[in-house]
C-alpha cells in the first residue's frame, strides 16, 4: 500500500510546459492554428489553440527513445470559420484523433519529442520542446 501512495506522488517524466510547432503539406483552404504552449501535467495535456480548438492529448514513455502521443481535436466550440479534415480531406466540425509515436531526446531537464502525423492524405511534422516547469 506504501509503494501505491509512493508511486502516485511521482512526477511524470514528461511533465512540464513546452512549445507546440508544427509544419504540414497540407495544400488546401483551411488555416491551420495548431501551435502554440501547453502543459503536459501526469502525461496528459488539454489546451485550446489559436482557434479556440480544443486539443486533449496524452503521452505514454514506450522507452529511452519514444513516446506514444494520441491527441484529440474538438473543433465544437472553434471559431465559425475553423474546421478540421476527414481522412479524405473533406471539412469537419466533427472530433479528429491522431496517433503517432515521438521521437524523445533529453538530456538533464531539457526534452524534445519530435515526429510526423499521416492523416489522410496530409503530414504533418510536430515538435514539442520543453521550455519550463509546471506552473504550481
Known amino acids: 500500500m506504501a509503494n501505491i501512495a509512493i508511486l502516485s506522488l511521482m512526477a511524470h517524466p514528461l511533465d512540464g ?4 510547432t508544427s509544419t504540414t503539406d497540407y495544400k488546401g483552404p483551411l488555416e491551420k492554428k495548431s501551435d502554440g504552449e501547453t502543459e503536459i501535467r501526469d502525461g496528459r495535456t488539454q489546451r485550446y489553440d489559436r482557434a479556440n480548438c480544443l ?3 496524452v503521452f505514454r514513455v514506450l522507452n529511452e527513445a519514444e ?10 466550440k472553434a471559431d465559425l470559420d475553423f474546421l478540421l479534415t476527414r481522412p479524405d480531406g473533406s471539412p469537419t466540425r466533427e472530433s479528429v484523433t491522431y ?5 524523445l531526446a533529453r538530456k538533464d531537464d ?3 519529442m519530435s515526429g510526423q502525423i499521416s492523416y489522410g492524405g496530409d ?3 510536430v515538435t514539442m520542446r520543453k521550455i519550463g516547469p509546471l506552473a504550481s
Open 17 to 20: 510546459k513546452y512549445l507546440v
Open 55 to 57: 486539443w486533449t492529448s
Open 67 to 76: 513516446v506514444e502521443m494520441i491527441s484529440t481535436a474538438d473543433p465544437a
Open 99 to 103: 496517433r503517432t509515436v515521438l521521437k
Open 110 to 112: 531539457r526534452i524534445q
Open 123 to 125: 503530414l504533418t511534422f
